[in-house]
């Protein structure tokens, strides 16, 4: 485990739990202090790198920090992450680390507090993991055994469609519950002394942390400004029927049916996915382009549920 | 009390519950049929309207049916209403019903659920109730004495300062829920079964009955338009921003500074407000400008806080 914050002491945590070898290794003296104090071998970064070449090898550390680090993996490594963009990991994994047999990973677990006293062994269970696999191979198993072994489900995708996805359903809503609390605020200490659930609800992510923020939406940036530019089309189109018409309700209606897509999500049913087979790895993008997931691991079988 | 719906019920049984002598009417069926059930006193609009020039009359209906309703009200009669925009009932009440004493009235109170039977005599204690009065007189009194007896906490201010502040902070945020739930939506199931806490949130008021969302936005158009363009422009600068320069500081801090604006608001102290001098009127709505509240009321002595 390289980088022990947050999302890497909670994989180092659960990962031992789990009856897993687990060493670590973090550029934060804090963070390295905290973890040998709570009995974790954290040892250099190069000695992380090259202890085992049987060892998977999980990245955890800020996007601007990984050319710096990929140049120092051996060839062959076996290599994962749990970056919350995909897209641009991969384009440095495949300028800075070609020899490298790499699957791209990103648990969606919560992000308003950090570093390693912020992390727990549970933090992944029943959260969806994002694995973006370029081939279906034992590195993929492996890789799917540990989100899996940390009781989080597995959704394989591309890395354009994850970054399509969290710009619309994290990033997006990180800028507008900013845009939010800004115009809320600018209504003076009456505006703020009436506000109640709505308010409160919607500017609720507006109180994490502005860099850690920043950091997540600037670097999905091409795909946060597609979702940018959706909505801004959604709003002007809502502002123009407003002062038209008066009338609000092609905007109302479909952020009503959106939400009940969200909360109603149709049922699952179990299907297998042999991953030695020709074609498993568009089985599993299929899979989780249509919403499905992996839930268990046997052998080269996968037990997915699809909906 | 006119209108037994969830803000008109719920006031009925919290007048009531507070030892008053109360009687309502309703066009709806259902809705009388079910408080004479819980035994409630429910006659004619006619009736409820001439039964006691002492009573103090509210008016708990929906925007569009106000003028034929205000046509019919005698005049001297002490009047107030529970809805969720000033200025247009404002203008009502000196259009069709110019003889009247009005003080406009708003309690902050939810809306997911609607009717008779989604109320409760418990449900503005705590809450904001707004008041808009056009002078400082016994009826005045009389309004916020409702309001106190209710639990609720008194804000006076101005119906335009009212339905700016309502329009940033409770109908804005309804917009753009809808405008991010369909956003979201149009990412397909992979997005949707990515979705978790930020997304959750945001989304959260589009789950309200559609229709009850474009009274509440309709019916305040003007004011809204100006929060809007707001969150317009905001929401355009953070993409000029993102796509020039890839930043999005400006934005992401401003709205963690509304957030804890929101979050930390200012120790309140106590202050005395004598409702009997010249005055008190442009005190009253100092003090709902400033974010402040009366939470009781001695003869004409108003016990408030202040920040």
Redesign the interface.
């Known amino acids: 485990m390289i980088g022990l914050g947050l999302i890497g002491g909670s994989v180092l945590r659960g990962a031992k739990a789990a009856g897993r070898t687990v060493w670590g290794a973090t550029a934060s003296k804090e963070d390295a202090d905290k973890a040998r104090a709570e009995g974790f071998d954290v040892v250099t970064v190069e000695e992380a790198l090259h202890r085992s070449a049987e060892a998977l090898v999980v990245l955890a550390v800020p996007l601007p920090a990984l050319p710096d680090l990929l140049r120092k993996v051996p060839a062959g490594t076996r290599l994962t992450d749990v970056t919350s963009v995909k897209g641009p990991v991969h384009d440095a994994v495949h300028r800075y680390a070609p020899e490298v047999r790499f699957v791209g990973g990103h648990p969606?677990a919560?992000t308003s507090r950090s570093g390693w006293g912020a992390g727990s062994a549970t933090l992944f269970e029943g959260?969806?993991w994002?694995v973006t696999p370029e081939e279906a191979d034992d590195h993929l198993n492996d890789v799917m055994r540990l989100a899996l072994d940390l009781k989080a489900h597995v959704?394989p995708?591309t890395p354009e469609?994850h970054d399509?996805?969290?710009a619309?359903?994290?990033h997006?809503?990180?800028?507008?519950?900013?845009?939010?609390?800004?115009?809320?605020?600018?209504?003076?200490?009456?505006?703020?002394?009436?506000?109640?659930?709505?308010?409160?609800?919607?500017?609720?992510?507006?109180?994490?942390r502005?860099e850690l923020?920043?950091a997540m939406?600037?670097g999905n940036?091409d795909a946060?400004?597609m979702?940018?530019?959706?909505?801004?089309g959604?709003?002007?189109a809502?502002?123009g029927s407003?002062?038209s018409t008066?009338?609000?309700?092609k905007?109302?209606?479909?952020?009503?049916?959106?939400?009940?897509?969200?909360?109603s999500?149709p049922q699952r049913s179990a299907v297998s996915i042999d991953l030695s087979k020709p074609g498993a790895l568009a089985a599993l993008r299929n899979l989780?382009?249509?919403?499905?997931?992996v839930v268990g691991l046997n052998g080269s079988t996968a037990t997915a549920e699809t909906?």
């Open positions: 969606m919560g959260a969806a994002v959704v995708t469609e399509e996805a969290v619309r359903i994290s997006l809503p990180h800028l507008l519950a900013a845009v939010l609390a800004a115009v809320g605020a600018g209504g003076g200490p009456l505006a703020l002394a009436l506000a109640a659930g709505s308010f409160g609800d919607g500017t609720r992510v507006a109180g994490s502005p923020v920043r939406c600037e940036r946060l400004l979702a940018v530019d959706d909505a801004l959604r709003l002007g809502a502002r407003l002062a008066g009338g609000l309700q905007t109302i209606d479909a952020g009503h049916e959106g939400r009940n897509a969200l909360v999500q989780g382009s249509r919403g499905g997931r909906s």
